[in-house]
């Protein structure tokens, strides 16, 4: 794998090197704590894998972590699932996001973006007051810590403050996009019951309103926890009956006040696809969440106050989470709602132009569709600002890396990174101090032990194997919520490798210490970066009577693109005709989401089972990869081993 790419696409000058907040770390963790001063990223990488406690006690130093009470140890227990980090410690993590206002007043804390791409400031100052304000109102109505708030809402500054709000007084936050439909929403947040729903009225995408009134209706219908409902009439809509307005929770001047939590204090739940049944309500903690993203933001984008952060994401996504962890650095982040693609293809280089974006991270989707599309972002924008390029969601292909390199600029830092939704951050990407190759991740992450494992569990180097981190991350979730025994947490990672997190990528770690991404080895679905779960689109399809049963894989293409055919089985004397094929594109377009409309239906024999009758996504997922029958899958686990010779047939012929 490594002799794929002899030269590096780009290399960061020694004046970027020396300039690296990672460099002056690795200099000031030599002096302090006996980290390597020689040797680079490597050597720093190996130190903090090894002492782990030790490289964590530094980040916590680094960054001037507020700990109101002091801890008793770094890491109490190293076990996974059960590692207990920073015992005894009490902190708040809206306190960190909104310590930069003491020096950084009337500077914009946000700029907001909507589809008339004119940005609009929100400075450190007034963040700060309408978190203060909303914090205390969330008191008045009985919010207490470990209470869960819940937003409805599209990447809007007020999405911000009610997250910052809800942390400041130990309340749980949880998210979807409005885009989501209600059978999606309440999915999840029925799981959590929560006591407070902010909403809006709708939201525009593409130049169009979209209602979702009605939507609201039926949330506020089938939660029965909520105590309030607060509207944000985004498209100028009165308040439904019962609802508080936004406007009058956030009016006062009130200095915000921070509840001090314990450091394994829940700060949000995030949720997966939900694969195999409802999707898992992820909790990660306060403390955890604010030390690896201060050092995935500070010493892995680089980022400080003289920069502005622009993601584009929706608050469904965990890249949203991360997005708002940008002002733990004190940098400007950059919320834009809208469409990718509105008015055109090059919609999101205009608002990296217009809001003068130093790190614009974005879908390998995005970049891939810019490439076909033939824009030109450098000839068309002024992206003179831009320092670094991200991608996620997908592995960026080779061509996306040589894409961006020309059409953006020769100096670009390209940062292709993979984490996940479970530690709400990455575990490989983004180095500023290191070379980039053609279609690899720099490296994985400092305190992350990120290993690719073969079947038996031995490491192995330039072969693709199975991603495991061997160490605990304090990302990594403190639980799954109704789980109490934690037996789906663990079946979820530690299933394989006992005491090793298994994330499901396959993926190749280099001789020269980076990292290729091969795609998911499990069958959840990744559109743009947004995942959802087969059992959502399956729920869906077979409520049709002419549907008996059905099959959806993702495949991701060597070219970057993503193909999601949908296989029915279809009920006796059924044919799958023009009409059938529209009402289940319309079915899943209303139920679950648009970006999940399958791109072809294919009309099959039969859907092949495990003998405990599981349909068997990932051996059909290999097989239309290419790879041979009897390597795809265990022929004695197959209920119809002749049913798969149809999903063989149909990858020799796409071949």
Known sequence: MSTLNPQPLWQPDPERIAQAQVTRFQAWVAERHGAPAEGGYAALHRWSVDELDTFWKAVAEWFDVRFSTPYARVLDDRSMPGAQWFPGATLN???????????????????????????RPVTWTELRRQVGSLAAELRALGVRPGDRVSGYLPNIPQAVVALLATAAVGGVWTSCAPDF???????????????????VDGYRYGGKQHDRRETVAELRRELPTLRAVVHIPLLGTEAPEGALEWSALTAEDVE????QVPFDHPLWVLYSSGTTGLPKAIVQSQGGILVEHLKQLGLHCDLGPEDRFFWYTSTGWMMWNFLVSGLLTGTTVVLYDGSPGYPDTGAQWRVAERTEATLYGTSAAYVMACR????????????????????TGSPLPPDGFRWLHDEVRHDLWIASVSGGTDVCSCFAGAVPTLPVYMGELQAPGLGTDLQSWDPSGEPVVDEVGELVVTNPMPSMPIYFWNDPDGGRYHDSYFDTFPGVWRHGDWITVTSRGSVVIHGRSDSTLNRQGVRMGSADIYEAVERLPEIKESLVIGIEQPDGGYWMPLFVHLAPGTVLDDALLDRIKQTIREQLSPRHVPDEVIEVPGIPHTLTGKRIE??????????????????????????LHFYEDLARKRA
């Open 93 to 119: 993590y809206a306190e960190h996001a909104l310590r930069a206002t003491a020096t950084r007043a009337d500077e914009p804390a946000l700029l907001y973006v909507d589809e008339s791409h004119d940005p």
């Open 181 to 199: 439909g209600a059978r999606s929403v309440l999915d999840r947040f029925q799981q959590v019951e929560p006591v407070v729903l902010f909403t």
């Open 256 to 259: 915000p006040v921070f509840e």
């Open 372 to 391: 076909k599309a033939g824009v030109h972002p450098s000839r068309d924008f002024d992206l003179s600002r831009v320092r670094c390029v991200a991608t």
């Open 618 to 643: 990932v051996p059909v997922k290999r097989l239309l990869q290419g790879t041979p029958l009897e390597k795809a899958v265990n022929p004695g686990s197959i209920d119809n081993l002749d049913l």
